[in-house]
Protein backbone atom coordinates (compact mmCIF):
# COMPACT_ATOMS: atom_id res chain seq x y z
CA UNK A 1 0.00 0.00 0.00
CA UNK A 2 1.08 3.56 -0.79
CA UNK A 3 1.15 6.47 2.09
CA UNK A 4 -1.96 8.06 1.00
CA UNK A 5 -3.73 4.73 0.97
CA UNK A 6 -2.74 3.87 4.68
CA UNK A 7 -3.62 7.25 5.64
CA UNK A 8 -7.02 7.36 3.95
CA UNK A 9 -7.49 3.62 5.41
CA UNK A 10 -6.40 5.00 8.80
CA UNK A 11 -8.89 8.25 8.35
CA UNK A 12 -11.64 5.65 7.66
CA UNK A 13 -10.96 3.75 10.67
CA UNK A 14 -10.82 6.77 12.95
CA UNK A 15 -14.16 8.22 11.59
CA UNK A 16 -15.76 4.36 12.49
CA UNK A 17 -13.79 4.77 15.94
CA UNK A 18 -15.58 8.28 16.62
CA UNK A 19 -18.95 6.79 15.83
CA UNK A 20 -18.04 3.63 18.41
CA UNK A 21 -17.43 5.90 21.17
CA UNK A 22 -20.57 8.45 20.35
CA UNK A 23 -23.05 6.06 19.61
CA UNK A 24 -21.94 4.05 22.60
CA UNK A 25 -24.62 2.75 25.24
CA UNK A 26 -23.78 3.30 28.87
CA UNK A 27 -25.06 0.71 31.69
CA UNK A 28 -25.18 3.05 34.47
CA UNK A 29 -25.97 -0.05 36.89
CA UNK A 30 -22.89 -1.97 35.82
CA UNK A 31 -20.88 0.98 35.00
CA UNK A 32 -20.06 -0.12 31.76
CA UNK A 33 -20.25 1.23 28.04
CA UNK A 34 -21.51 -0.87 25.24
CA UNK A 35 -21.22 -1.01 21.47
CA UNK A 36 -24.46 -0.25 20.15
CA UNK A 37 -23.86 -1.53 16.10
CA UNK A 38 -21.62 -3.89 14.69
CA UNK A 39 -18.26 -2.42 13.91
CA UNK A 40 -16.23 -4.97 11.63
CA UNK A 41 -13.61 -3.24 10.61
CA UNK A 42 -12.90 -2.44 14.45
CA UNK A 43 -13.16 -6.12 15.20
CA UNK A 44 -16.10 -5.28 17.45
CA UNK A 45 -19.78 -6.45 17.50
CA UNK A 46 -23.23 -5.47 19.05
CA UNK A 47 -23.42 -5.48 22.56
CA UNK A 48 -19.60 -5.77 23.30
CA UNK A 49 -18.50 -4.53 26.42
CA UNK A 50 -16.15 -1.61 25.11
CA UNK A 51 -15.55 0.36 28.36
CA UNK A 52 -15.60 -1.22 32.39
CA UNK A 53 -15.01 0.43 35.38
CA UNK A 54 -12.63 -2.87 37.04
CA UNK A 55 -9.97 -4.81 35.23
CA UNK A 56 -10.86 -3.72 31.97
CA UNK A 57 -8.30 -3.28 29.39
CA UNK A 58 -10.33 -1.79 26.85
CA UNK A 59 -9.79 -1.97 23.16
CA UNK A 60 -7.17 0.08 21.29
CA UNK A 61 -6.97 2.08 18.32
CA UNK A 62 -3.12 1.74 18.30
CA UNK A 63 -3.35 -2.17 18.31
CA UNK A 64 -6.74 -2.38 15.03
CA UNK A 65 -4.42 -0.45 13.34
CA UNK A 66 -1.57 -2.94 13.41
CA UNK A 67 -3.53 -5.83 12.92
CA UNK A 68 -4.85 -4.38 9.46
CA UNK A 69 -2.14 -2.74 8.35
CA UNK A 70 0.74 -5.31 10.24
CA UNK A 71 4.26 -4.00 9.75
CA UNK A 72 3.12 -0.85 7.49
CA UNK A 73 1.55 0.89 10.60
CA UNK A 74 4.42 3.07 11.22
CA UNK A 75 3.70 4.60 8.07
CA UNK A 76 -0.24 5.03 10.08
CA UNK A 77 0.94 8.10 12.37
CA UNK A 78 2.42 8.45 15.97
CA UNK A 79 3.45 5.44 17.78
CA UNK A 80 1.37 3.67 20.19
CA UNK A 81 1.74 6.10 23.51
CA UNK A 82 1.04 3.22 25.63
CA UNK A 83 4.93 1.78 24.27
CA UNK A 84 6.44 5.55 24.44
CA UNK A 85 5.05 7.63 22.16
CA UNK A 86 6.49 11.37 20.98
CA UNK A 87 5.53 12.82 24.39
CA UNK A 88 8.35 10.07 25.85
CA UNK A 89 10.76 10.68 23.52
CA UNK A 90 10.79 14.38 24.51
CA UNK A 91 10.63 13.80 27.92
CA UNK A 92 13.64 10.95 27.43
CA UNK A 93 16.27 12.72 24.62
CA UNK A 94 15.04 16.46 24.55
CA UNK A 95 14.25 17.74 27.59
CA UNK A 96 17.20 15.91 29.67
CA UNK A 97 19.74 17.79 26.99
CA UNK A 98 18.31 21.05 27.88
CA UNK A 99 19.33 20.79 31.76
CA UNK A 100 22.42 22.14 32.34
CA UNK A 101 23.59 25.34 34.38
CA UNK A 102 21.34 28.18 34.06
CA UNK A 103 22.82 31.95 33.59
CA UNK A 104 19.77 33.34 35.59
CA UNK A 105 20.51 35.05 38.62
CA UNK A 106 18.85 33.22 41.89
CA UNK A 107 15.59 34.66 43.21
CA UNK A 108 16.56 37.31 46.29
CA UNK A 109 15.44 36.34 49.61
CA UNK A 110 12.26 37.89 50.94
CA UNK A 111 12.77 40.59 53.60
CA UNK A 112 10.31 40.12 56.58
CA UNK A 113 7.88 43.23 56.49
CA UNK A 114 7.81 45.08 59.69
CA UNK A 115 4.55 46.22 60.95
CA UNK A 116 3.27 47.99 64.28
CA UNK A 117 4.38 46.61 67.68
CA UNK A 118 1.45 44.92 69.10
CA UNK A 119 0.53 46.63 72.24
CA UNK A 120 0.96 44.43 75.35
CA UNK A 121 1.76 41.74 73.68
CA UNK A 122 -1.13 41.30 71.56
CA UNK A 123 -4.12 41.64 74.48
CA UNK A 124 -5.43 44.52 73.81
CA UNK A 125 -4.98 47.94 74.94
CA UNK A 126 -5.51 48.38 78.71
CA UNK A 127 -8.19 50.58 79.58
CA UNK A 128 -7.04 52.91 82.14
CA UNK A 129 -9.98 55.06 84.22
CA UNK A 130 -9.62 58.90 83.36
CA UNK A 131 -8.97 61.32 86.24
CA UNK A 132 -11.56 64.07 86.47
CA UNK A 133 -9.56 66.98 87.96
Known amino acids: ?5 VKEFVDELR ?3 KDLWQSRVDDKIRAEGIAKHDYSKLF ?3 GTVIMATRDFKPIEFHDIVETHLGCES ?3 GAPNPTVGGWGKFIKTNIQTQRKGPTKHAPPPKPKPQKGQHQK ?3 RGWKRTKLLSI
Not at 1 to 5: I, L, P, S
Open 120 to 122: RGG
Open 15 to 17: TEW
Open 1 to 5: MDRTE
Open 74 to 76: SKA
Open 44 to 46: VEQ
